[in-house]
């Protein structure tokens, strides 16, 4: 019999979901020893998916072929679809601020990237999903969305979902250097 009619002995997106997963939990354990106090983690972890989202954005954008946004409902759908693209999971898009410039992205009965974690007391301020945030307001930041993003909910510290919550604060405008027109 051939090769090709043989089925997969692994499901390669759940290899790569579950080696990302590890990965992450091992960095975080890293980043705990070097810096200790769980805020000077979390801003490591900011940093981390900040860098992660900036150089991501463009290749989603590539992949997708997608035009600018028009709204921020817009946004709220391309940040679904980026997850995903990259994570292959989906969160759900909700909680809309009447205005129309709040929402929440909301994993129930899970953290995306939290399986395999346990948290002891010491660590209850620690923001595992801190990185996703991170990566969040990196990729909008590079296509002149500038957002502010706090974990309302997480799943690793009791709560029944885990929900990122994510405010438009501005526009960005296209900065040309001083002289330039």
Not at 61 to 72: G, T
Not at 78 to 91: D, K, N
Not at 122 to 134: A, E, F, I, K, M
């Amino acid at each position: 019999m051939s090769a090709k009619g043989k089925a997969p002995l692994l499901d390669n997106n759940k290899v790569n979901a579950d080696l990302i997963k590890l990965t992450y939990g091992a960095l975080v354990a890293q980043i705990l020893k070097d810096y200790e106090k769980p805020e000077d983690v979390n801003k490591q972890l900011e940093k981390l998916g900040y860098n992660i989202g900036v150089r991501l954005v463009e290749d989603f954008i590539a992949h997708h072929n997608i035009p600018r946004c028009l709204d921020f409902r817009q946004t709220a759908e391309r940040v679904q679809q980026a997850f995903r693209f990259y994570l292959g999971f989906q969160p759900a898009v909700g909680n809309w601020a009447p205005t129309g410039n709040e929402f929440s992205l909301i994993w129930d009965n899970t953290n995306p990237i939290g399986d395999f974690v346990e948290f002891p007391d010491n660590l209850r301020t620690l923001q595992y999903s801190r990185v996703l945030c991170g990566a969040i307001r990196g990729g909008l930041e590079m296509v002149q969305i500038d957002v502010a993003i706090t974990i309302a909910k997480e799943f690793l510290l009791g709560d029944q979902a885990t929900e990122l919550r994510i405010r438009f604060n501005k526009r960005l405008e296209d900065a040309l250097p001083i002289g330039e027109d």
